[in-house]
């Protein structure tokens, strides 16, 4: 069974610097995809941005980039650049080769103007 | 497409009735999850179906949850019956596995009394 863990619950930023959220993953598979959510406080569940297991590039999506280190087994999220709307919860969620996809406790975002 | 369509937005019953909630996923997905988001457990997958087959159940709490898919474009999750600790935010998402995202519904947000 996989499990995502992202051990910082909660995280305060400065308005235009850059935060890193930590995720890591155990799967047996070695195909599976990686993604990022943000649910603001209105809790809709928004689609951040996605990373393979084969892709050699991290993704970047915007100010969104994925620091994926497959042999450490961690997928952090980087936001540069941060903003007062980026203040949510982020969830790092995995789907092996099964397609199930489960999600991490999640780490909020404060960020401080 | 109006994408993933969840009903009731919300829903207050008393301890011991009977619940629905309803999901209608996106055309074409083939996959559709069913999540509970608590405080105190944060975002739990409880069932996964694709091609309309549950595929994995192991995260149903009990016997009082149950849930269908009938057909590829409609789903329910069924709770019978209902007990006060099953209040929460009920999520339904849908993806096509041939692609990455999966796609979230409002949410439905459950109150037992």
């Known amino acids: 069974a996989q499990k995502i863990t992202q051990t910082q619950p909660g995280m305060f930023v400065q308005e235009k610097e850059a935060v890193t959220l930590d995720c890591t993953y155990d799967t047996s598979d070695q195909s599976y995809g990686l993604f990022w959510y943000k649910q603001p406080s209105s809790g809709e569940m928004i689609f951040l941005i996605y990373q393979g297991s084969y892709d050699e590039q991290n993704a970047t999506e915007g100010r969104y980039s994925l620091n994926f280190q497959k042999a450490r087994k961690s997928a952090n999220l980087v936001i540069s650049a941060s903003q007062l709307g980026d203040s949510a919860m982020y969830f790092c969620?995995?789907?092996?080769?099964?397609?199930?996809?489960?999600f991490g406790a999640g780490t909020t975002v404060t960020v401080r103007a | 497409d109006a994408g993933v369509i969840q009903s009731p937005r919300h829903e207050v019953t008393e301890m011991g009735q009977e619940v629905t909630l309803r999901c209608k996923p996106i055309s074409g997905h083939n996959s559709l999850f069913w999540y509970r988001q608590t405080m105190m457990r944060g975002l739990e997958l409880l069932i996964y179906?694709?091609?309309?087959?549950?595929?994995?159940d192991s995260g149903m709490p009990e016997d009082r949850f149950s849930a269908k898919m009938p057909n590829a474009s409609f789903s329910t999750l069924k709770i019978q019956p209902s007990e006060p600790r099953d209040s929460a935010v009920y999520f339904c998402a849908s993806r096509d596995d041939r692609s990455t995202e999966a796609f979230f519904g409002q949410g439905t947000r459950l109150t037992v009394v």
């Open positions: 969620a995995m789907s092996p080769s099964d397609y199930k996809l489960s």
């Open positions: 179906f694709n091609n309309n087959v549950p595929i994995d």
